[in-house]
């Protein structure tokens, strides 16, 4: 079978935002692609998502020092890709931002284990600072932030919380970079760094109206599980409810420890209730001694709730149309959508709809290890922020 071309997809919006995707791995080939579009577009920035099993990150950001030295970007390693085509693996993408229509600036934290979150604080505030001074009064009233986060960090809890502490009310979106479900090492980029335990900021002014959203498919159960010995630091729960992690867990979904797997994690999500409302506490892995990882933070004491999906298809069907009602048409959407979504859909048989889905309302993004909302870290949740026609904005 004859391969496509690099680049084959370039997708350009009606905002003028344009999208590139391949799936050839050769990222000096991929840089010249962003290049030559960029400055087509006359873009300011470009955001980069790509699969580490496609594209070394340190060789992407070499290539484009030498192909696109003017050109700032961020971005970060995934678990699976969403392109203009629908759910992709494998894959690589950038999303240029032109300097028409969007100013941006964007700022790395390293170190996150030993960061103090008050910095972080003081770097948002640092930023919108300087985005005032670079977009003008006008623009600067239209706003919102983007982060990245080392999936594997143990960190995104408090440096999500430190990041919208800084940003007063501009709301934020945002996702945990993956590594193809391998657990080892993500990588951020950003302007030639190549980094992982980071964070990237990205705050984008524009007069293109904009919807920050988010949803799941998950009712909450009377099935509780209390958190009696963990190691929070590492996200591990030994015991549920006095009874070993994986055993008890097994129980309550109705099978049996040594059948649990990351599908089994997926379909049967738990959830905890913060302020009266439910988000998800994904499981990561099942150890050998019956011990559980967790993708967000868990602490000795933490009640949570069994929860029973709902159907995938048309909660998400459903946020889409509820934001494209907000803007009054939608121009492109995107998206942060946790890897445990795409498996559960996968085990449902409803991931070529879902696809279709991310295809026909055009989102383009990333699978998450987390993802980010305002104040929030989250799991087994898409985020998104949603564009809409120029034309609206006048």
């Known amino acids: 079978m004859r391969r496509r071309q690099l680049a084959s997809s370039s997708t350009r919006y009606a905002s003028g935002l344009s999208a590139l995707t391949t799936d050839e791995p050769d990222p000096n080939a991929f840089a010249r692609a962003i290049a030559a579009e960029a400055a087509a577009v006359d873009a300011g920035f470009a955001l980069l998502f790509f699969s580490q099993s496609l594209v070394d990150a340190a060789a992407l950001a070499q290539a484009l020092k030498v192909h696109a030295p003017s050109l700032a970007y961020a971005g970060c390693s995934t678990a699976g890709e969403i392109t203009p085509q629908g759910l992709e693996e494998g894959h690589a993408l950038a999303l240029l931002l032109p300097s028409a229509s ?110 920050v959203f988010k949803t799941d498919n998950f009712i909450p159960t009377d099935e509780k599980l ?10 591990i729960v030994r015991e549920f409810n006095a009874t070993n992690a994986a055993e008890e867990y097994a129980a309550s979904v109705g099978t049996v420890a040594q059948a649990l797997t990351p599908l089994s994690f997926a379909s049967h999500p738990v959830v905890v209730k ?76 409803v991931y070529r709809d879902i696809s279709e889905l991310y295809r026909t309302n055009k989102v383009i993004g990333f699978g998450t290890y987390g993802e980010q909302y305002r104040s929030m870290h989250l799991n087994q949740t898409f985020t998104g922020i949603a564009f809409g026609e120029p034309q609206a904005a006048e």
């Open 274 to 349: 913060v302020a009266g409302e439910y988000y998800c506490r994904s499981i990561q892995r099942m150890h050998v001694d019956g011990s559980l990882s967790f993708f967000c933070a868990i602490d000795d004491g933490v009640v949570l709730s069994i929860a029973q999906p709902k159907n995938m298809v048309e909660a998400t069907r459903a946020a889409l149309q509820d934001a494209e009602r907000k803007l009054g048409g939608i121009d492109m959407i995107l998206g942060f959508d946790c890897v445990l979504r795409r498996l559960d859909a996968r085990n449902r048989q």
């Open 226 to 235: 209390v958190v009696t010995s963990s190691d929070p630091d590492h996200r």
């Open 102 to 211: 969007f100013s941006t600036v964007s700022a790395m934290v390293e170190n996150l284990s030993s960061s103090g979150m008050d910095g972080i604080t003081g770097e948002v505030v640092e930023l919108r600072r300087l985005l005032r001074c670079r977009a003008g009064q006008e623009r600067a009233k239209s706003v919102f932030a983007l982060c990245f986060i080392d999936g594997l960090s143990y960190a995104e809890e408090a440096v999500t919380s430190a990041i919208h502490w800084g940003l007063d009310d501009i709301p934020l979106i945002g996702g945990s970079a993956g590594d193809d479900l391998k657990f080892e090492t993500t990588s951020l980029i950003s302007n030639g760094k190549v980094t992982s335990d980071s964070a990237i900021i990205v705050l984008v002014a524009t007069e293109i109206p904009f919807h």
